[in-house]
């Protein structure tokens, strides 16, 4: 199970903002509204890079 995490590459909602060019506001209604999933450490969110994707995806082929 340790070897699972290892791979595991969180990212703060910043980033994914940036990687997904939105603001941080869309990122935090995504991941309250449960369409991103999240991990909160303290008072902030950290989302798995995975997760990304999956939602990009999810998106675009919702939109064809």
Known sequence: ???EFDEVRFLTVAE???MMRVSKMTV???VHAG???AIRFGRS???PE???ADA???NVADSA
Request: without cysteine; charged residues 30%; proline residues 5%.
């Open 16 to 18: 994914v903002a940036d």
């Open 35 to 37: 369409e991103l999933p």
């Open 28 to 30: 935090y209604r995504m």
């Open 1 to 3: 199970m340790a070897k």
């Open 56 to 58: 990009i995806t999810r």
């Open 50 to 52: 995975s997760a990304i």
């Open 45 to 47: 969110f950290r989302v």
